[in-house]
């Protein structure tokens, strides 16, 4: 049953009209399947090899001549025809050469993938590998972006897989950082900071000491500094810092340290001017005590323009108490002066809040 099914198949697309506008590769996958599976003796596997190698040089003598598609087609051929035998893998390479010098890099990119399955030992897999990235490279680097995607030269979601797929098939080599360099750049572009960092900071951990390691730090610090500079939250800005420390600390000689260095003093003012703002919020909305504990946080850093400014408002609020102490009278203590409140601290990006206050 298993012979006459093929035939069945073959013979109703047929019928139906359908055979001539389906590619040659879904009748190969069908017809093939069976042969792959079929056992060879010895005297079958040598015949095939003899053959194998014969249509194999009839490939190399059509693309010597510069016939490209029938070399092609025989390339292919070979590797549908004679899966198992020495000449497959070659014939497979030849084929992705084929489909890469006609423009089709995506199908070239999923014919060595399968080489790569299929054939580890092929001596030319750094080669594949090279070919490979070189396509997922230039495919992320197209002009034609798109609208949204659409009319793109590839989608993100199918580039990252293809450097996916990269890094795993050759995780000692520096096919891998490389990629995943580049799966955090589209992630980059994508407005998808989090996963940028997550696919940056894998390549630090992983390729310790190695310029992919001190590119994926960099760029792990200027992606903090996105996130700070949309947040109202001082965390960031300490996750932007601890980043940057990170970087000079690992990559001394590394040019860009002096321009992280000169950054860190700009980044300590961005976050003293949250932390100022929010304490102006509270004081506005009638709760000075809440008020106080951000600008106290703001004083302790007086290198910023900020701290004179949180300094004036504590005195401010300082006079105002005061003010309502001396018309308290035997009425009781003062009830804008409470016992000592500390900020949470817990990993919420949010504004830590005090106990609430009476208004």
């Not at 299929?118 to 080669?127: A, K, L, Q, R, V």
């Not at 490389?178 to 960092?197: F, M, P």
Request: aromatic share 8%; net charge negative.
């Amino acid at each position: 049953m298993t012979r006459i099914c093929p035939l069945l198949i073959g013979s109703f697309l047929v019928g139906a009209g359908l055979a001539p506008t389906l590619h040659a590769s879904i009748f190969d996958k069908v017809l093939n399947r069976g042969e792959e599976k079929r056992v060879l003796n010895a005297e079958q596997l040598t015949n095939q090899e003899s053959s194998a190698d014969a249509l194999l040089q009839k490939a190399k003598n059509y693309e010597s001549a510069g016939k490209r598609r029938q070399a092609r087609d025989t390339y292919k051929s070979v590797a549908r025809s004679y899966p198992r035998t020495t000449a497959a893998a070659e014939a497979k390479f030849g084929y992705g050469r084929m489909l890469e010098a006609e423009g089709e890099g995506r199908k070239a990119f999923e014919e060595y993938e399968e080489l790569i399955s299929n054939y580890p030992n092929y001596p030319g897999f750094s080669e594949v590998l090279q070919r490979q990235f070189s396509i997922a490279d230039k495919l992320r680097n197209s002009d034609r972006k798109g609208l949204f995607g659409i009319g793109a030269a590839i989608q993100p979601s199918k580039l990252i897989e293809m450097f996916t797929s990269i890094s795993e098939s050759a995780p000692h080599t520096e096919f891998a950082p490389r990629s995943l360099l580049n799966i955090g750049y589209v992630h980059t572009e994508q407005g998808e900071q989090d996963k940028a960092i997550s696919s940056f900071q894998t390549v630090v951990d992983t390729y310790v000491g190695t310029k992919f390691a001190t590119e994926a730090q960099y760029e792990i610090f200027k992606l903090r500094g996105v996130k700070a500079e949309n947040s109202n939250s001082p965390n960031q800005d300490r996750a932007q810092v601890e980043a940057g420390l990170d970087f000079v600390s690992q990559n001394p000689e590394d040019e860009r340290a002096m321009e992280i260095k000169s950054n860190l003093d700009d980044i300590e003012e961005r976050s003293m001017k949250k932390m100022y703002d929010t304490g102006m919020f509270y004081e506005k909305s009638g709760k000075p005590v809440s008020a106080r504990l951000y600008y106290r946080e703001v004083v302790k850093n007086p290198n910023t323009p900020w701290a004179s400014k949180a300094q004036e408002r504590l005195n401010a609020l300082d006079s105002a108490s005061e003010s309502v102490e001396s018309r308290a009278g035997l009425f009781g203590p003062n009830p804008l002066k409470k016992d000592k409140v500390e900020m949470r601290t817990s990993g919420d990006d949010v504004v830590p809040l005090p106990a609430a206050e009476e208004s």
